[in-house]
């Protein structure tokens, strides 16, 4: 998909058995759904599940020999849909999604699907994004499973444990009627590992054979009375069978070790992070061997009681390292231990942090306290490390990195105009969206009130509706725009003659999360229908307004148009569709187009930007007014100057905005634009020697006139 | 029940890296040259968001697979860096190292620190109205203490001299390190299995390994009175700072006169010399080598610049001598057998055709709203100037050459009558306040660039002196003058500077309740 080829990754889907696999975490995932026979994937892209996303994408081949439907999701709720193949016919399908966010969007379906309860394996691959380098809100899955009664897999982050955790999924879900949600957490979707590979299985019953011969069974409908039965057969009799699968196939693991009146209860994906702060501890090795016996939860909902029991009954004190907030798990394993009526005293979030990544130091210290609480003389075996110095001084020191728009992003001229144009008409409140647009809410824009969600920048700014006066900008990408956003935003806003302004942000591709394509991308896809104008759509919806900027870099326009719709007098939204291509996507389009052309002696001309630093006087509005990575600074040249003169760096593709804002913004003459003719034929040649006689005559003259003042 | 065994440890490799700096690549690497060298590897990494320019962090573990086998398990390895427990800790960028340190990833019985010493600013360090460059001194110094070895140089200079990026100079500067035990080979055979860009990534990883063991070479200053016009005109003034000015001053004044010769001719030169004299003259009645002529030295510099303003004679003098011309092939990298044309941004105002002309013919057009609003619709758009074609040069070539009747022009008119008011100023300060004179001729920082951002710095420059003005008698004031200054240089929109004038307006008598957290 998109404009990057995953052609060795493709490559790695067809391994057979007895083969060794190297690679990512999600891949080997992808790779292990292909070995389970799933007979459909589906799903909707975004960190850390986008890459098996794409992967599928351009394995369309591979899936099509095997029998596998594979589909591009409008959205999470969708993809949490489609598992409805898997409710009436025995048939094992997967959907993979951003947590939470991406759950949020789902859970309506995943209610749904979990009343009614499946037939055939349903799994819901989910990549927790929390933590450090997280994007979005931090909160919990789990709490998704607990209230829709679906299982939680939670495996340790090494490939062949994930492999399983795939297999066993949906074993899990057949045996107890249930969907499963397999929890990967970023580090080990991105994890690089091996695994030793099993052939690619056709699903053994295919979605030919259902739509041959569907099967109805009205008691599988979530209405009522059906509900209520559903409710009872979760506890009564699906609850129960999970257990018992779980319980007989050993999914939870169970590590021994010499002290064994301590224990550690942990959730699997904190395995290794457990391992080495005990080994830093020095109560393990290597290779996992721990004096302190573990009980590893691979699987995290349900809790088997009597797993639990069994763990803590002899022991004095047991540490449950359950990473985020609320502590579901402690409160559960108390709840368990209480009604035994075992006295094993269990500790939890009063030794390790309430909220936040449990990293190595974080787990360090937690279980530090643990022994020095129950078993000091475990710590004094060991010289017990020294912590290291940290410079926490240095806060100020480090500058900061908050993420933002790519060289020559086609989005940064947008907010460039909004901050030009709120120089002239005032502050207006700015409704954000998800997407890379999002990064106008960072410096040097710092434009932006709030974000609610993906495709509901609209929305968001649907209570700000007057008739008169400073309007309300609200500001929406195209991923999401048909995500949902078309319909709860763009037409609810027609429906509700909301007068604001709609800023459509059309880029060709869901950028955001790897530049995916989408309705409206340019691009030709084999396999998709693409080039569906935002325009039409709409129009299609009802909007009345509507101007269309199709080159965002040129801010004047681009200015205009916004200038038009904050102050027209025309009623209802008012849709500005700012379009230009990614400028990500279109470099790793066209670099090897062009690099191909000069290699084979085409004339081609390519362009830069750069600053004269002598004539930059080092005040960096350009800077305030772009923000472009390749524009920078660099210690001023001149002996007399201290201020740091704007330079442009040997990134600028030269997408032309530094031009552009030194014209809107009336800055300084310092910018200079070279277009450089590679190749250059005869005339080039010929008419550029003339023009360098003419000028080479005139400079010499001026350089007679500084010459006699050198010293 | 299993025996714990620790003699056995992975090596583990942090790298820090920005979104677009081959972090990624560089992990490649190093996994396959581990695998093809006898280790199992794991790498980790947060891309996320931060892969639009955010920092990153990737993370290696190699254990020996050796071991392994004899123990018949896989070890387990962890996923993020552990503070006390790195190894090799790469930075692709120096600041980098600081958020190492902060992190607590560097620790002197084992961490060797790989960095670029090259920077890569920050949003904030880069949008600073005046100089937001972070001082990397700390970091350097710390860092030393802090690891166990320390390699760093300007690996981004090494890449682009080689035409390849910074991750093979960082595999270079690894190898020679010999913190991994593995040969030179080995890893030269790992770029090659990577198979991209292998040859040049092969000359950068050369280079990175030699300059990583190189002995760092002290940059010999050049001196700065090397003497070699034969212009009498041009010695005379030489020997006059040589001979009147103090030593402190010299450098400055002789970088002065060189800039107004360069601007416009010997004699504007003079003038600026006689006016800096004024100042070198008073500051040596009233105990200037006790505080070794600073206040003399510092005009030297900011008369230089006040007197070299940008106008528009000045732009186009510079946009079209021939260093220029080189410079700007040499910037954008321009090879030989390749034709490049240049095109400038050039937006003259209404305000800047008047500045050009003789005083009184623009300021007649300034106060004749008629005019104004004729010539404001002429230029109303931005020019595109194509400086390396004929028509273009031609033009600003012509623009270039009324240097010589600049000092007939409304904007020369304008300063000189500014810079006077400046001077007299400051003159008057000299006995009574010298601290206060060099805060006031520091303010000419505030004044700079072109069209609008000039009549802002313009603007707070001003009312800075209104404010002299106004509380001449406070005791405190060179302090509060730099506050006002850093107000000015805080904000476009003057806000700072406003809140802090209302402050002081406020308070005329005693210093100010609110506290800045600048001084």
Redesign the interface.
Known sequence: MAERSFVNEVKKLRLGAGEEFHGEGILAVTKALLQSGVAYVGGYQGAPISHLMDVLHDANPILKELGVHFENNGSEAGAAAMLAASVNYPIRGAVAWKSTVGTNVASDALANLSSGGVTGGALIIVGEDYGDGSSIIQERTHAFAMKSQMWLLDPRPNLPSIVAAVEQGFQLSEASNTPVMLELRIRACHVHGRFTATDNKRPPFSINEALDKPVRDVTRISLPPSTFAHEHEKVDSRWPSAQRFIREQGLNEFFSGSHKDLGLVLQGGLYNTVIRALERLGLADSFGNSQIPLYVLNVTYPLVGDEVVEFCADKKAVLMVEEGQPDYLEQNVHAILRREDCTTKLHGKDMLPKAGEYTGQVLIDGIRQFCEQHAPQLLAQHAVIAKPIVFDNFDTAVPARPPAFCTGCPERPIFTAIKLLERELGAHHISCDIGCHLFSILPPFNLGNTTMGYGLGASAASAFNRTSGRRAISVMGDGGLWHNGLTSGVANAVYNNDDQVILLVDNFYAAATGGQDLPSSRADNPIRQTNIPIEQAVRGVGVKWVRTVDRTYDLQRMKDALKEALTTKAGGPKVVIAQSECMLNRQRREKPIFRNAVKTGKRVVHERFGIDSDTCTGDHSCIRLSGCPSLSIKPNPDPLRQDPVAHVDNTCVGCGLCGEVAHAAVLCPSFYRAEVINNPNKWDRFISRVRSTVINVLQARTERRLAQYQF | ??????H???ITIAILA???QGGGVLSDWI?NLA?HSGYL??????????Q??????YYLEL?PAEA?QI?G?????????????VDILIAAEF?EV??A???????ADRTTVIASSHR????????????G???PE??RK?ATI?AKRFIHFDMNATA?ANGSVISAVLFGALAASTALPLSREAYEAAIRRGGVGVEPSLKAFSAGMEQAIAEPVTAVPDDPLA???T?AR?LEL?DRIQTRHPEQVR??A???I??M??YQD?EYAEHYLERLERIIDLEHANGGASHDYQLSAETA?YL??WMSY?DTI??A??????E??K??RE????KN???????????P?VEEICDTLPSGVGNWIMRSPRVCRLLGRLTH??R?IR????TG?FML?TL?GMRRWRRKTLRFTVEDKRINAWLERVEKLIPDDPKLAIEVIECQ?LV??????HAR?WRSFDTIMRVLDRHSDRPDLPAQVRRLRDAGLED?DGKSLELLVNELDQFPDRAPVLASSRD
């Open positions: 029940m299993s025996e714990v065994t620790t056995t440890r992975p920005m979104g677009g996994v695998e590897a794991q790498t980790t990494s947060v891309p996320g968001v931060a639009r320019t955010g920092a990153t962090i254990f392994a123990a398990r896989d070890p387990v390895l962890a996923l993020m860096p552990v503070p006390g427990d600041m600081g958020r340190l902060q992190r607590g990833l560097i620790t890569v600013y920050g949003i904030t360090e880069k949008t600073a109205m005046g100089n460059i972070h001082d700390p970091i710390n802090a682009e003497n070699q016009t212009n041009v030489l450098r400055n002789q970088e002065g060189r800039r010769m360069d010997t510099r230089a610049l940008e000045r732009v003098d510079l946009k079209t001598r021939s220029r011309f410079r700007v910037e954008v990298k321009v057998d390749q034709i490049t044309y240049v095109t400038e941004f050039m937006h105002r758009r931005g595109h400086t390396t074609k004929l040069f070539y270039a920082r700079k660039g072109y069209g609008d951002t710095g476009e």
